[in-house]
Structures are given as C-alpha cells and as structure tokens.
C-alpha cells in the first residue's frame, strides 16, 4: 500500500497521552531504523477506532497506552502531513526532518480528544 492508497476517510489512531517527548523518540526511531521520519500510528481503510485497537491487540503491537487518540488521514494531509502505511496495521505519519515543535503545534491538535482504547465500542 502506497502513501495515497490510504483513503481520506480512514481513521489514524495514536496512543495517548500524546506528548511531544514521547512523539520525537517515535520519530527519531524510525530514522534511525529505516532512514525515514515518520510518526507511528495505526490505520485501517474502512475500519472502526474498536476494529483498529483490536487488530493492533491481535498482533501484540504497542498502543503505547490504554487511551487513543484519532484524526483521519485526510486531516493529515490536508495539514501536508502524508500518511503511509508501512505494514497495515502501523503506518507512519510523515515529516520532513524529524519533529519539531512547529510541526507540532500542528500535528496534535489535528488529533481528537482522548478516549479509552475499548474493542467492541466506539
């Protein structure tokens, strides 16, 4: 799946709390590991916030809590941070050097308020 395969509507989740501190060791992560900066979240095209933690649960990832936080991927782009899916169910939010305060003065409000990380319920 490329960058533009994810469609618009499909919701990206991130675990919460979402903390700046908490996002740079994401990102710097996945530069040191793949040459790429790029947050870390799940998507699924189609699918329910319930229906993403549970396939996340499923594979045994880390939601990096037990709350979420959602925006869906046209949000994202529309605020020039693409979405790409590195393995469905975890995609990585781009940027383009590393995160920095300015970008996220953007990025986290983008995400809606905090809620529990339940399967079954929305």
């Given at each position: 799946m490329?960058?533009?395969?994810?469609?618009?509507?499909?919701?990206?989740?991130r675990?919460?709390?979402?903390?700046?501190?908490?996002?740079?060791?994401?990102?710097?992560?996945?530069?040191?590991?793949?040459?790429?900066?790029?947050?870390?979240?799940?998507?699924?095209?189609?699918?329910?916030?319930?229906?993403?933690?549970?396939?996340?649960?499923?594979?045994?990832?880390?939601?990096?809590?037990?709350?979420?936080?959602?925006?869906?991927?046209?949000?994202?782009?529309?605020?020039?941070?693409?979405?790409?899916?590195?393995?469905?169910?975890?995609?990585?939010?781009?940027?383009?050097?590393?995160?920095?305060?300015?970008?996220?003065?953007?990025?986290e409000?983008?995400?809606?308020?905090s809620?529990?990380?339940?399967?079954?319920?929305?």
């Amino acid at each position: 799946m490329q960058v533009d395969d994810i469609p618009d509507e499909a919701l990206v989740v991130r675990g919460d709390p979402l903390e700046f501190n908490n996002a740079q060791r994401s990102v710097r992560r996945h530069h040191k590991d793949s040459g790429v900066f790029g947050l870390s979240a799940f998507t699924l095209p189609n699918a329910s916030t319930s229906a993403i933690v549970e396939r996340v649960r499923e594979l045994e990832l880390d939601l990096w809590g037990d709350s979420v936080r959602v925006v869906t991927a046209g949000a994202l782009r529309a605020a020039g941070f693409p979405v790409h899916a590195d393995g469905l169910p975890h995609a990585l939010i781009m940027l383009n050097q590393g995160l920095k305060s300015t970008d996220w003065a953007v990025l986290e409000p983008l995400f809606g308020p905090s809620r529990p990380a339940l399967i079954g319920g929305e």
